[in-house]
């Protein structure tokens, strides 16, 4: 699986947009994008992915660079409760995910 | 429907005693992953399931360590004679078919504490 390079932290005003940037100039065209965060210890939570094109759900937007090289991940609205750790992931065969050090998001208020 | 489910949340140890730990997938997911998780350090893998078969042994950290899974369902991860620092959450998640684009999804963990 492509290597991925994020900041290891970011802050956030409340009520402002999360823009978390991640790099993985090495993606390969059949490897997704994957995005979880992870509050304290607790089990992993599954944010959004995508392939090629920019993805919404109620969570979040994926936004990904037309050369695939790079993705956003967009909280449009932080909450102090979307301070975590978050991760990109780029996954291929699926069996499973390799999880980097992430960006630590403080949202403050 | 009901999430990865894993017991028990919380154990704590003796140095030198086994445990086992279990994990409950999600209903019709056919891949078992279990990670761990070291007090402040990232998610570490252990080992992948398809069905009742593991493919991917390579993150077992020991053989004191072992797994297995029955009827493509529940699973069980094993230490024996275990250590303090086997302390560590460990994080069960399961999906569909290991296919490029399918989700995983993980449990809230099961925490050992070995004293």
């Known amino acids: 699986d492509a290597k991925t390079t994020q900041p290891t932290s970011m802050d956030c005003a409340e009520g402002r947009a999360a823009n978390l940037p991640c790099n993985h100039s090495?993606?390969?065209?059949?490897?997704?994008v994957y995005w979880y965060r992870q509050i304290h210890s607790q089990g992993p939570q599954y944010i959004i992915h995508?392939?090629?094109n920019n993805e919404t759900n109620e969570m979040a937007s994926l936004i990904i660079t037309e050369d695939r090289k790079s993705s956003t991940l967009i909280l449009p609205h932080a909450t102090l409760r979307d301070t975590a750790v978050y991760y990109c992931i780029v996954n291929n065969a699926g069996n499973m995910l390799t999880f980097g050090g992430g960006t630590r998001l403080m949202v403050k208020p | 429907g009901a999430g990865v489910s894993q017991s028990p949340s919380n154990k704590v140890t003796e140095k030198g005693k086994d445990v086992e730990l279990r994990c409950d997938p999600i209903?019709?997911?056919?891949?078992l992953y279990w990670y761990r998780q070291s007090l402040g350090q990232g998610l570490e893998f252990l080992i992948y399931f398809q069905g009742n078969s593991a493919p991917d042994k390579s993150g077992l950290p020991s053989d004191r360590f072992s797994a297995e899974r029955t009827g493509g369902s529940v699973s069980t991860l094993t230490i024996q004679r275990t250590q303090q620092e086997d302390s560590a959450v460990y994080l069960c998640?399961?999906?569909?078919?290991?296919?490029?684009?399918?989700?995983?999804?993980f449990g809230e963990g099961s925490w050992l504490t070995v004293v």
């Open positions: 090495t993606i390969s065209g059949n490897e997704y």
């Open positions: 998640a399961s999906s569909l078919m290991p296919a490029s684009g399918n989700t995983i999804y």
């Open positions: 209903s019709g997911h056919t891949a």
């Open positions: 995508g392939l090629k």
